[in-house]
């Protein structure tokens, strides 16, 4: 068997084993069928750097998975310099109606930076708050136990947490962006907490927060009694006379972080009308409980400054 013949097996193994549409790995990729098709077919005998880490993601490769692909065309495996090819990739991701199953959840957070990034209203739905909102460090300390995952992960959750949280800053001083999080879940997120550094890390995130909502009156956060567990953003984004609706879910982490996973499933995006419709029901139900006390901003800051207080002294 030649070389090239060697390369097509392997991408045709890697396409098998997605179990994806053809057009879904083309739309998140920035791919054509076309080109897809000549990959399996052995007919490109150069394929640049970045067309292979956007079909990797799309693929749902792993980072070292990544690395084989990237091993099996000639090239150097991933290095920081290939950051930006991550970010820039996921930049032209198009959901489908389809859903599109994420396994990592450095991809999750990408898929919520290629989501956000469109300008439209949002709705946040998470148990803390959204890690748009976390500090530069806070990721790489909080995720520190999977450096030896790959080399490059920790700066690579750190550029995309950056991303996110430039992408906040500049949609909600057009649009509305409503978050809304479980009361009872905030509170345990900054008290229940062993690790000094952690909780000071902690702290800062919902000082952040609560400077976010200082800031811009098109922040919105809602504290409800009542806890779906589900995390997940919604994007309304309006082309063409018509709302487009985009939605990134996230699995609820039941055990400590450091616990070993599947990797089979991790969350989800899709456009799917009809799956979103049934999250926007959830999220207009959970606000039917949101406690009045802080539907005022003034109350709310309030309260979220003396949270912050009691947890600091």
């Given amino acids: 068997m030649d070389w090239q013949t060697a390369k097509a097996d392997y991408i045709d193994r890697l396409l098998k084993n997605a179990r994806l549409p053809r057009n879904q790995i083309a739309s998140i990729s920035g791919l054509t069928n076309t080109y897809i098709r000549d990959l399996e077919r052995g007919r490109i005998v150069n394929v640049p750097r970045k067309k292979l880490i956007a079909f990797a993601m799309a693929l749902n490769l792993s980072l070292g998975e990544c690395d084989q692909l990237l091993l099996v065309f000639d090239r150097a495996s991933l290095s920081k310099n290939d950051i930006s090819c991550f970010t820039s990739a996921f930049n032209r991701m198009k959901l489908t109606s389809a859903v599109y199953p994420i396994r990592d959840y450095f991809a999750y957070e990408l898929a919520c930076c290629s989501v956000e990034?469109?300008?439209?209203?949002?709705?946040?739905?998470?148990?803390k708050p959204t890690n748009s909102l976390k500090a530069p460090g806070h990721r790489a300390y909080s995720d520190s136990y999977l450096d030896g995952i790959h080399p490059i992960y920790t700066e690579l959750v750190?550029?995309?947490?950056?991303?996110?949280?430039?992408?906040?800053?500049?949609?909600?001083?057009?649009?509305?962006v409503e978050h809304i999080i479980c009361k009872a879940c905030l509170e345990d997120y900054l008290k229940r907490c062993d690790d000094p550094t952690e909780r000071r890390w902690?702290?800062?995130?919902?000082?952040?927060m609560l400077e976010m909502l200082k800031a811009f009156p098109q922040f919105h956060l809602y504290l409800v009694k009542a806890c779906s567990n589900l995390l997940y953003t919604i994007k309304y984004v309006?082309?063409?006379g018509k709302t487009e609706r985009m939605l990134c879910y996230c699995a609820v982490n039941t055990h400590d972080f450091s616990m070993k996973r599947t990797r089979r499933l991790s969350g989800f995006a899709?456009?799917?009308r009809v799956l979103i419709q049934n999250f926007e029901l959830e999220a207009e139900d959970v606000k039917m409980y949101a406690d009045e006390k802080y539907l005022h901003r003034p109350a709310l800051q309030h309260y979220l400054h003396g949270l912050i207080q009691s947890v600091e002294s």
Wanted: aromatic share 2%.
């Fill in 270 to 272: 899709t456009s799917s």
């Fill in 238 to 240: 309006r082309t063409a």
């Fill in 158 to 176: 750190e550029a995309i947490g950056e991303k996110r949280r430039r992408t906040l800053e500049r949609i909600v001083g057009d649009h509305k």
């Fill in 202 to 208: 902690r702290i800062l995130h919902v000082q952040n």
């Fill in 117 to 127: 990034d469109h300008p439209g209203r949002q709705i946040i739905f998470n148990d």
